[in-house]
């Protein structure tokens, strides 16, 4: 020490006499971004056992095995399982209930005090743990028992993915001042799989999910950059970086990345320590489950075999990074134009393009203005403007398609509704990307070729009342009624002296004229000889009941609304909006199909609203609204818009009445949820569902929801209860337009990767919660269990009551 006090007396001197140079030394002893990038994140002794089972995880057992395990000590493992080839999901889980069985019977035998008498496996269990172990732990344990598959065959072809961008990312983290470890965290998330998509609906290479995701990326009905591996890179390292800046420490970050920054703010504070083992262990929320708390091991682990694949795989051959040149497109074309332009083949064209939706390369939509499309270099020898000059002026679009929509109802078919619109059932089934003509769900909105026809079969037209008075129904709007009666909204508005379009009551009386006026009544059937100008009278006195405007099911106060204004945010709505009706209606033609609707496809604006709240990230974050911190999550969407259709949620009652349905799937049941505003402008919260989606929908900040519902920050919103809105920036129509499409995406992409093949029954007992349920045993979004059990009060489950549980397969082909 003496010593040391000597050298420093030279330094003190300099530091007195020349600061300046003090100063400058920091400044170049201070680590830079890219230089404390580079150091070995921690590692504590605490969570060793937890990498060591995820390294067994990834290196040890592939995807037909698994591993029995204890929960909460990873280094229990009771049985390496494997399964016969080609067992179904359902036969897994039954080989995998009956020796969780036989775990649990021996461990409740042993946490009973018997320790002699053993059988060979009993004893087997016990040696598990460590000598002179507590009957109360072991009894413990016996309620913690889990299975594990494997991911080595995963991993090993992730490792063979990652080598066409593994460059790339190793510089987009540095750029950005990450550590370079972290090009092992797409292992974690998608086994470096840039198409991957998750049950809860997180997508591409770095598995963000939508909520998240708009906060650095473009996602909307025609562009989803998610599955753009350059720009979800870019985005990943923004995000950790700025859970960094929070937390201040790149283990709890990682974590992050899939509790979202507030959770793990809120360990960091409760807990009184950044030390991850130490959270890992202690802290207690329903949120941080088993995916949370070991996602941090499973990156050390991924990280180890990262560093030296060699070590636990056989010698790899790396995907070579692509060469590409880039065009950016001047107009909105049809993909298949432009890739004959282009002179490359479609194919080759999509794959080269990820982000561009199912929708472009069907032909739905048209690649968009200003879009930089990827070519295989050398693919264009002559100049861009000289391409696209030559495109014929026919084929360059100034805007964006617009969708035609048409929701399924009872006793429909492909063949049915392609004949109905004068389509070819081919272009119908690729337009929708159904895997098969002879499977629709009653709900299901498919979107119609620009080509379709109106409807041959046309909705009866209306006639004024008698009295010229009409009484409001549930679901009727100002729009809807006019509409009907061919009236000006206007008109109807100030006969009645309204102060509000936007609001009327179930059972109000509203004028259909001016009192001066005569009224017109229906008549008999005219005959062929009636006049030009009484058919005149007639056709202005009635009219053919168009879709009405919005979705208002099981409500009272009927919120109304004006024209849609021009969309800055969302994409275009994916749903035909229909009323419900009260069941006292007989209206001749209400079993008459819905006529498809045109609807704008607006742009997005090029900076996102402001999110003033966190999102968590990975598919372990999104499932559930009622925790006890805010993370983006998924829901789903058709059965409330329809209540024309009595639809049974039964598979009987969903196939089509005159096509067989050839397929095993089984179809999922229409969405019972509520999507409209009521009259007093509230909703009811569905899954999925953050107070940060409502304020990005109605273009407010996420703080004044949080001042007019008197919440405070950190409360969420609960699933069932309402939550009052702010229409002030944007009206009602416009923001179940934008929720709606949400909702709908989300059952889109869940349903494009997996497919239900069965249902078992599933009875809650005490200590079940919504997120566990769906996302630790079951690993569903939320909204499709919400579809499964309408009758179940998600706000507040209790034990004793049968949850139906869909039994989900990823999609092979």
Not at 62 to 75: A, C, I, M
Not at 112 to 139: C, E
Not at 556 to 582: G, H, K
Not at 607 to 614: K, L, R, S, Y
Request: net charge positive.
């Amino acid at each position: 020490m003496e010593s040391i006090r000597t050298a420093m007396l030279p330094i003190r001197d300099l530091m007195h006499r020349f600061p300046a140079l003090l100063v400058f030394s920091l400044l170049v002893a201070l680590p830079t971004p890219s230089a404390w990038a580079d150091d070995r994140l921690p590692r504590p002794a605490g969570i060793e056992p937890n990498v060591g089972f995820w390294l067994r995880i990834y290196t040890e057992t592939d995807g037909n095995s698994g591993l029995l395990h204890d929960s909460e000590h990873l280094d229990v493992v009771y049985r390496v399982m494997r399964f016969p080839e080609g067992a179904s999901q359902r036969s897994r889980d039954r080989i995998i209930d009956k020796q969780r069985g036989r775990v649990k019977v021996a461990l409740r035998l042993l946490a009973a005090g018997r320790r002699s008498g053993l059988t060979g496996d009993q004893a087997r269990i016990l040696s598990l743990w460590p000598k002179g172990v507590s009957n109360s732990t072991l009894r413990r344990a016996s309620k913690h028992i889990r299975f594990q598959l494997g991911q080595a065959d995963k991993f090993r072809a992730g490792l063979a993915r990652q080598g066409e961008w593994h460059r790339q990312i190793e510089k987009v983290l540095k750029d950005h001042g990450v550590p370079r470890n972290l090009v092992a965290l797409p292992h974690v998330e998608s086994s470096y799989n840039a198409t991957a998509y998750s049950r809860v609906g997180a997508a591409g290479l770095w598995q963000f999910t939508r909520s998240t995701g708009r906060r650095y990326l473009r996602i909307d009905s025609v562009i989803d950059e998610r599955l753009d591996p350059e720009k979800a890179s870019v985005a990943a390292a923004r995000l950790l970086r700025d859970n960094y800046r929070r937390l201040d420490s790149w283990p709890l970050a990682i974590t992050a990345y899939n509790h979202g920054a507030a959770g793990m703010a809120r360990a960091k504070r409760r807990l009184g320590t950044d030390d991850i083992a130490t959270i890992v262990k202690k802290y207690k929320s329903r949120a941080f489950g088993f995916a949370s708390r070991n996602f941090y091991a499973e990156f050390l682990a991924a990280d180890q075999i990262d560093r030296n694949p060699e070590r636990y795989f056989e010698p790899i051959r790396r995907n070579r990074p692509r060469a590409v040149d880039r065009i950016r497109i001047p107009h909105f074309y049809d993909a298949a134009n432009l890739a004959a332009a282009l002179r490359v083949d479609l194919d080759v064209l999509r794959d080269h393009n990820p982000a561009l939706r199912p929708s472009v390369w069907n032909g739905s939509k048209y690649v968009p203005r200003g879009y930089s499309i990827r070519l295989p270099a050398g693919t264009v020898t002559a100049p861009a403007e000289q391409i696209f000059a030559s495109i014929p002026a026919s084929e360059r679009k100034s805007a964006q398609h617009r969708d035609r929509l048409y929701k399924v109802r009872r006793g429909d078919s492909v063949s049915k509704i392609a004949s109905r619109y004068g389509v070819r059932e081919s272009k119908l089934v690729s337009l929708n990307n159904l895997r098969s003509r002879h499977r629709i769900r009653v709900g299901q909105v498919l979107a119609l070729p620009d080509s379709a026809k109106s409807s041959s079969r046309r909705v009866a037209r209306r006639a004024l009342p008698a009295d010229g008075v009409y009484r409001v129904r549930r679901g009727d709007t100002i729009t809807g009624i006019a509409a009907r009666y061919r009236l000006p909204e206007a008109d109807v508005v100030a006969w009645n002296g309204l102060r509000n379009r936007n609001q009327i009551s179930v059972g109000q009386k509203l004028r259909l004229a001016p009192l001066e006026a005569p009224v017109l009544v229906a008549r008999a059937p005219e005959s062929s000889t009636t006049t030009q100008s009484t058919r005149a009278d007639s056709t202005r006195a009635t009219a053919r009941e168009d879709v009405p405007e919005k979705p208002t099911p099981q409500r009272e106060i009927a919120a109304v609304t004006p024209r849609p204004v021009p969309d800055p945010i969302a994409p275009e709505p994916a749903v035909e909006l229909v009323a419900s009706v009260s069941p006292e209606r007989s209206d001749p033609a209400a079993d008459a199909p819905d006529e498809a609707v045109e609807l704008e496809d607006p742009q997005p604006l090029a900076e996102p609203v402001t999110d003033t709240h966190d999102h968590g990230t990975s598919a372990t974050a999104h499932l559930v609204a009622a925790l006890d911190f805010e993370v983006p999550k998924r829901l789903g969407l058709e059965a409330e818009l329809d209540a024309e259709a009595e639809i049974d949620g039964s598979p009987a009652a969903n196939a089509s009445s005159d096509d067989e349905t050839t397929d095993a799937y089984a179809p999922a049941p229409p969405d019972p949820s509520q999507y409209a505003v009521r009259g007093d402008g509230r909703i009811v919260v569905q899954a999925d569902e953050t107070l940060g989606h409502y304020a990005d929908w109605l273009e407010i900040r996420t703080s004044r929801l949080r001042s007019l519902n008197r919440m405070r920050r950190g409360s969420t919103v609960v699933i069932g209860r309402t939550t009052k809105l702010s229409f002030t920036n944007v009206d009602p129509k416009t923001f179940e337009r934008r929720r709606l499409e949400y909702h709908r995406t989300l059952q889109e992409e869940f349903f494009g990767a997996f497919v239900v093949t069965g249902t078992q029954t599933y009875e809650l007992s005490h200590g079940d919660t919504l997120w566990e349920l769906a996302h630790e045993r079951y690993k569903l979004p939320v909204w499709l269990l919400r579809q499964y059990n309408p009758e179940l009060n998600f706000a507040a489950l209790t034990p004793g009551e049968r949850m139906i549980i869909p039994s989900v397969e990823p999609r092979r082909g």
